[in-house]
T-cell receptor
Framework: KNEVEQSPQNLTAQEGEFITINCSYSVGISALHWLQQHPGGGIVSLFMLSSGKKKHGRLIATINIQEKHSSLHITASHPRDSAVYICAVRSSRDDKIIFGKGTRLHILP | DGGITQSPKYLFRKEGQNVTLSCEQNLNHDAMYWYRQDPGQGLRLIYYSQIVNDFQKGDIAEGYSVSREKKESFPLTVTSAQKNPTAFYLC?????????????FGEGSWLTVV
């Protein structure tokens, strides 16, 4: 079993829909990161969370430390949001950064 | 501006040859990481280093080697022992220690073995 699991693996939605991507992890962490990867391969850091909730524009990220679960929400989705969204955790035991396999999001116009 | 620079972005290698990918950061980060990504797959850890002159194997270290002689540099060598080296390679860095610091990424290197 992977230490970081994301769901869904693939998601196609219509422009304007509310999007939720989930991340569950099984290790102790010092932080959780949500990242965005575009087709060229470049990765951008969206959020870093250790507790609670963060909002940036149309993106919202939440984390529940007790349940070892985080969600990334996109409101009023747009075709430019199409990308792979990756959850990554920083292990509190050995400082490794462990990645989920990513969620491929496709927003249709 | 501070950041991570990976080079080259695209690289072709003949079978049996070693190749070295460069990763340099000017963020004064202690921790640096190398990951490999295969099509449709997640990022897998090859090696990481938390301090100069020290590094640890990740999940898929076989066929790879690294060095950390300077804080700002963490080159990855893909050796001829790596059975299937064609992949996307990504370097990352952050401050060391159990703290929630932002992860910075290089732009990645596409390696193709011909």
């Amino acid at each position: 079993k992977n230490e970081v699991e994301q769901s869904p693996q693939n998601l196609t939605a219509q422009e304007g829909e509310f999007i939720t991507i989930n991340c569950s992890y099984s290790v102790g962490i010092s932080a959780l990161h949500w990242l965005q990867q575009h087709p060229g391969g470049g990765i951008v850091s969206l959020f870093m969370l250790s507790s609670g909730k963060k909002k940036h524009g149309r993106l919202i990220a939440t984390i529940n430390i007790q349940e070892k679960h985080s969600s990334l929400h996109i409101t009023a989705s747009h075709p430019r949001d199409s990308a792979v969204y990756i959850c990554a955790v920083r292990s509190s035991r050995d400082d490794k950064i462990i990645f989920g396999k990513g969620t491929r999001l496709h927003i249709l116009p | 501006d501070g950041g991570i620079t990976q080079s080259p972005k695209y690289l072709f290698r003949k079978e049996g040859q070693n190749v070295t990918l460069s990763c340099e950061q000017n963020l004064n980060h202690d921790a640096m990481y190398w990951y490999r990504q295969d099509p449709g797959q997640g990022l897998r850890l090859i090696y990481y280093s938390q301090i100069v002159n020290d590094f640890q194997k990740g999940d898929i270290a076989e066929g790879y080697s690294v060095s950390r002689e300077k804080k700002e540099s963490f080159p990855l060598t893909v050796t001829s022992a790596q059975k299937n080296p064609t992949a996307f390679y990504l370097c990352a860095s952050t401050m060391a220690g159990n703290s929630g610091n932002t992860i910075y990424f290089g732009e990645g290197s596409w390696l193709t073995v011909v």
